[in-house]
């Protein structure tokens, strides 16, 4: 049995119904319409910007080929105060960091690789932060070195561990502490890390450990 008798009826419920529910009807279409206006342009402009800081960070690569160091510094300084917090201005901090350590700036590179350390993605940050710990170690700032790899988060750095232990061996190595360095540099190796140079570090503490002197036997007679 139909709900209503005729046409007239179902045309009146109808009435009724947008009278009653037309207003909000409306009203979400249109929240509708520009929530997904919204979200498509917020996703068309963040891809905009990306190809912005993937082209200006193609151009730093290929100004720092051709030893332009005005155009290094430019979009350089771009890549910092447009795209700051994205993956290129990461990049362009440790290449900027690379360019003053040739430069010899140690101290301007140091406080690039900082800031990368704090800002950036887990692995850029691990990166970041491995490259500051090696310009410790040749700035002779051996404790300060120990003490930022010991603030790791163990949790964090998957695939990092194996860097982190070899580093903290050529500190230990450094301040003439042969028996954590030799610590260290056997944990670098239970990470994973199977480089030949670590395996010369590990032998040369091997080789340097003093030989005991078998005392003479004195004659009981």
Known sequence: MAIYDSEEE??????????????????GVVVGIALITGWNFWRSHKQE??????????????????????????????????????S??????LQQAKLKVQKGDLAGAKAILQEVARQSSKELGHIARIRLVRLMLAAGEYEQGLQLINEVDPATKSGFSASYDELAGDLYVAMDRLDEARTA??????????????????DDL????????????????
């Open 10 to 27: 179902q045309l009146e419920a109808l009435k009724a119904w947008w009278k009653e529910n037309g207003a909000s009807t409306i009203v």
């Open 49 to 86: 910007k990306a190809e912005q800081a993937s082209n200006t960070y193609n151009q730093l690569l290929k100004s720092v080929e051709a030893n332009n160091q005005s155009a290094v510094e430019q979009l350089g300084k771009r890549l910092h105060d447009e795209f700051g917090g994205s």
């Open 88 to 93: 290129y201005a990461a990049y362009n901090g």
């Open 185 to 202: 540099y056997q944990n670098a190796l239970n990470s994973g890390d199977q480089s030949p140079l670590l395996k010369i570090k590990i």
């Open 206 to 221: 091997t080789a340097a450990e003093p030989v005991p002197v078998a005392q003479p036997v004195k004659d009981s007679k």
